[in-house]
């Protein structure tokens, strides 16, 4: 047999496994599917140091729905000497209480979220201080953190905040420069993967950590960013597909991958879920990213396809139930706007819209569990006169940074979609917060008024879906009742043309 066709045979027999592997997994139950997905808010500005913004807004948050919100322990920020090449002496980073951690921001964050009735979910991260890199003498805290260091601060973090927080998040963004170097190891003209394994051994000791400190938490692996680049220095961002091949340490056809130097004493990790960052970079959320290695908001079966080749594998090991699939939490999305960002924002309609996009199409993937929105409001503006990478900040707010609210800040409580194909309009909306509820959908065809034409219950997440009929172009909207005032909220109108 020839290397190709064998290789064929191993693709197949790949496929065969991840069948068998979960042929037995029990079905999701109804409760489980209509707790998806989590309505979630990334803002790190809100969650950051300045007193009395989380105070402010975390009510406001909870009144437009909002679940889950992401909250940064930031290894570097939090643990002492953050310049220092040497750690300080007795220092102990497992214990919370070890003199010169600095917890009073994270305290004060996740005690006001609480408060609110937010579920606050940690991503524990580096880079840490310096003397925690492996070559402190570089100068770079990213440059290959020591995996033990951080496990003691995982720990730390676990210990502290166990009883209020449920889910982790091992780093952020490990597939960029900023976070964690090298990203390759590179001689010459070629160059091979490097910080997949530097994530999996952090990770690895990490998690086993957090569990002793923590034994009901869940900890999700990734956190990566939708986009990378092609391999031309130790640096360069690494794209998440190649990436989680390499993590599970699978070839470039998503087979098992034993033999290389970052593989040959390869130890699976033990995940309660995948995190990811699936940005559009300002294409509408049905567009599929251009290379097969990105993965944005409508590439979730390319995520899926490597996820499960990793598990069937065992590269990756489902923690709560090795016979059911890695469920997805995308915990990052949003959409830069013009104004104020003339460069690379789009419209405050396109956001609006493709937002509401994107809700409808996370919920329509069984997988996916959490769906953030990143930012509540836009960080402020500095042009540096650098063209495209002039502006500073991130401008993905539902609000500008004076507090103007954009069209999408309405949209955010009462998000709606629909689509058509094969004579019919398929709708679907979300009552924030999630209740069950009852909606009434108003239809309007041509010059003539709304007319109500259906009235459906939600579940208890608010979610609702119906399909009807459609032979001319319709425009569609739905409403639901407050109380205890009994007011009438409207969601945004859409249209469709029958296909």
Request: charged share 20%; with cysteine; glycine share 8%.
């Amino acid at each position: 047999m020839g290397k190709r066709a064998a290789r064929l045979v191993q693709a197949a027999a790949v496929v065969v496994a991840v069948a068998a592997t979960f042929a037995s997994a029990p079905k999701a139950d109804a409760g489980a599917v209509s707790s998806r997905p989590l309505v979630s808010i990334s803002d790190p500005t809100v969650t950051g140091p300045t007193r009395g913004l989380i105070e402010a807004i975390a009510p406001r948050w909870r009144a437009a729905g909002v679940d889950v919100a992401s909250v940064t322990a930031d290894w570097g920020q939090i643990a002492p000497d953050p310049t220092a090449k040497n750690p300080p002496a007795g220092f102990d980073g497992s214990a919370p209480s070890s003199p010169g951690y600095n917890w009073d921001n994270l305290d004060r964050v996740i005690r006001v979220l609480r408060d609110n009735r937010i579920e606050p979910m940690l991503t524990i991260t580096g880079p840490g201080p310096l003397w925690t890199s492996a070559d402190p003498q570089h100068g770079d805290p990213t440059t290959r953190p020591d995996a033990k260091l951080f496990a003691a601060f995982a720990k730390a973090v676990a210990l502290r905040y166990g009883a209020t927080v449920d889910r982790y998040i091992i780093w952020y963004e490990p597939n960029d420069r900023a976070n964690l170097t090298p990203q390759y190891s590179c001689t010459k003209a070629v160059c091979e993967a490097r910080s997949p394994q530097i994530y999996r051994t952090i990770f690895n000791e990490a998690v086993p950590a957090i569990r002793s400190a923590d034994s009901t938490a869940a900890v999700y692996a990734g956190g990566l960013a939708a986009t990378g680049d092609a391999p031309k220095s130790e640096n360069s961002a690494m794209p998440p597909v190649p990436w989680i091949r390499s993590f599970a340490c699978l070839d470039g056809h998503n087979l098992p991958e034993r033999t290389s130097l970052s593989c040959k004493s390869f130890t699976p990790s033990s995940i309660d879920g995948f995190a990811h960052h699936p940005a559009q970079r300002g294409a509408a959320p049905e567009r599929h990213l251009p290379s097969i290695n990105d993965v944005g908001i409508s590439d979730t079966s390319r995520l899926i396809k490597v996820l499960d080749a990793a598990q069937a594998s065992g590269g990756v090991i489902n923690h709560a139930n090795e016979k059911a699939r890695i469920d997805l939490y995308y915990t990052e999305f949003g959409y830069q706007t013009n104004p104020p960002d003339v460069l690379n924002g789009v419209s405050f309609f396109a956001q609006d819209r493709w937002l509401q996009q994107a809700a409808a199409i996370a919920y329509r993937q069984p997988r996916v569990r959490l769906l953030g929105q990143y930012l509540w409001r836009d960080q402020p503006i500095a042009d540096n006169g650098d063209s495209f990478g002039g502006y500073s900040g991130t401008q993905s707010g539902l609000y500008m940074f004076d507090g103007t609210a954009k069209p999408a800040a309405t949209s955010f409580t009462d998000p709606f979609w629909v689509s058509a194909s094969a004579g019919k309009a398929h709708l679907w909306g979300q009552v924030r917060p999630g209740a069950q509820t009852t909606v009434t959908v108003d239809r309007q065809i041509g010059s003539a008024g709304f007319r109500a034409v259906q009235t459906v219950s939600t579940d208890t997440q608010g979610n609702f879906t119906l399909d009807l009929p459609m032979t001319i172009r319709s425009s569609y909207r739905y409403f639901w009742s407050s109380t205890p005032n009994g007011r009438r909220h409207y969601s945004s109108t859409m249209s469709v043309t029958p296909r």
